[in-house]
């Protein structure tokens, strides 16, 4: 499945803006404990939004909702990604680990 990218929406500085308040957010909420870098969370925000144009338009045409609603999504579907990242990384171990437990003769 193809998803369609309409990056229009982040011709508004404001929406860009916000991707990389939510970058920064998830970065120092994560960062540490689930390896997240500002620059990889920053282009996965831009991504996010420019594949839900519709969210974007909703929440800038809502003067209920805002650029403020808009964070707080963005917030949100980042941390679902790398939460569900980190997640299948636990499950995996690295050539170093395996190596180490089949100890000296497997070297």
């Given at each position: ?16 803006r916000v991707a ?72 995996h171990l690295s ?9 000296p003769e497997a070297?």
């Open positions: 499945m193809t998803e369609t990218a309409d990056w229009s929406v982040l011709d508004d500085p404001e929406v860009v990389g308040r939510a970058a920064r957010a998830v970065t120092l909420a994560y960062g540490d404990r689930l390896t997240i870098e500002y620059d990889d969370a920053y282009q996965e925000a831009l991504l996010r939004l420019a594949t839900r144009p519709e969210l974007v338009r909703e929440c800038i045409a809502d003067s209920t909702l805002g650029y403020g609603v808009l964070h707080r999504r963005l917030v949100l579907d980042l941390t679902d990604k790398v939460k569900t990242e980190a997640r299948h990384r636990t499950r050539y170093e680990a395996l190596l180490a437990a089949a100890g070297a």
